[in-house]
């Protein structure tokens, strides 16, 4: 299975930016990397009018659209919420898997600290698939600590971790 390595933290705490860097960095080393993103308030990636928007107001359950150099699908899951493991199997073959988000869903992560947005300690300081943390302060934890702008060491990690 594809390792997968979670960027959790609070609201606005800067996961997106971190995520960004990170597979950045990583592809600049060589790897292919998915990104897979948690959105709890929903999301719509089709716009009314469209094609595949009339496909899914006629009914379809899965809709494909397939252009020169990318591919999409928008699938109804309303039999049961799909699953980070369900979405990681859509993504290909790719080197690793790193997810936005996903704080509870059992994959390794590194959380990130802001000393502006967090508020008490880390979220996930109990959790035992919490491999480091990164932020703008030190934090205190017997874990790996690391500037979010060192995002060469932080790249380090995950290469020693999941691809080597």
Same mark, same amino acid.
């Given at each position: 299975m594809t390792p997968i390595l979670s960027i959790v933290g609070c609201g606005k705490c800067g996961k997106?930016?971190?995520?960004?860097?990170?597979?950045a960095e990583l592809t600049r080393r060589g790897y292919a990397i998915g990104t897979l993103k948690h959105d709890v308030h929903g999301f719509s990636m089709d716009h009314e009018g469209k094609d595949t928007w009339r496909h899914k107001?006629?009914?379809?359950?899965?809709?494909?659209?397939?252009?020169?150099d990318q591919v999409a699908v928008i699938r109804s899951t309303p039999d049961r919420e799909?699953?980070? #493991?369900?979405?990681?199997?859509?993504?290909?073959?790719?080197?690793?898997?790193?997810?936005?988000?996903?704080?509870?869903?059992?994959?390794?992560?590194i959380e990130i600290f802001s000393s502006v947005r967090?508020?008490?300690?880390?979220?996930?300081?109990?959790?035992?698939?919490?491999?480091?943390?990164a932020g703008d302060l030190p934090v205190e934890?017997?874990?790996?600590? #690391?500037?979010?702008n060192d995002i060469a060491s932080i790249a380090d990690f995950a290469e020693a971790r999941f691809l080597k």
């Open positions: 997106t930016t971190l995520v960004e860097k990170l597979v107001q006629a009914g379809a359950r899965a809709v494909c659209i397939i252009g020169p799909f699953t980070a #493991f369900d979405a990681v199997k859509l993504l290909g073959p790719v080197d690793l898997v790193i997810t936005e988000g996903f704080k509870r869903a059992g994959f390794p992560k967090n508020e008490g300690g880390l979220l996930c300081a109990a959790d035992p698939l919490l491999l480091a943390v934890t017997h874990l790996p600590r #690391f500037d979010w």
